[in-house]
Structure formats: C-alpha cells, structure tokens
C-alpha cells in the first residue's frame, strides 16, 4: 500500500478494523490516545537523540535504523488516525486547514529559508 495510492480514509479503517478485532474501544479515549501518541512520538525522537543534523539525514541509508524508524513513524501514524477515528474529525480537511492557517502565519515573503 504504498503513499501515491493509499488513502487515509483505508489507513483509518484498517486502523479501526484492528482496534475492534481487538475490542480495544473501550480503552481508547482522546485522552489515552494523546498520551500513547506523546509516548510514541518520545520513542521516535530517541532515534536521533545525541546525534547531528548530518547524522540525523544519514540514517535514510542505513536500512536497520530507517527500519526501526519507520515502525516508530507508524506508530505515531496509528495513534493519530485512532484518535480521528475517535474523535469523529476528518484528519486531510483538519491538514488543509491548518497547511492554510500557517501559510498566513508564516508568509513566504517574510519566512522564506528562516526558522523563527
């Protein structure tokens, strides 16, 4: 199911196919969806903790640690589309949303090649 044909309407029922065959239901609420989302999210992060920004591009040609990371990059993705699924929110329109909200936020005129 590769990105350029998968949706994230099939991510989200594949994702509440599994949580159902489960009968995890009745533990995922907002707020243990969240806190599992943090957790996760923590666990990516320790992938590239104490390393440099040159180091941190070159684990996309080590296909050990750009494995381990992907399992992390879903598990992250899995929380999200649980919470949605939850949460009853339309994830691509929430995206659109604040991709335009930050457009004018962050102008390109003003923040181009910038940070702050």
Known sequence: MPDDVTTIRELRQRMANFVAERDWSQFHSPKNLAMGLAVEAAELM????????????AVAKDADRLRAIGEEMA????????MANV?????????????????????VERYRGRYE
């Open 46 to 57: 320790e992938h590239f903790l104490w390393i440099d920004n040159a180091e941190s591009f």
């Open 75 to 82: 598990d992250v993705a899995c929380y999200l589309l649980a």
């Open 87 to 107: 949460l009853d929110l339309d994830l691509s329109s929430a995206i659109v949303d604040k991709l335009a909200k930050n457009a004018v936020k962050y102008p």
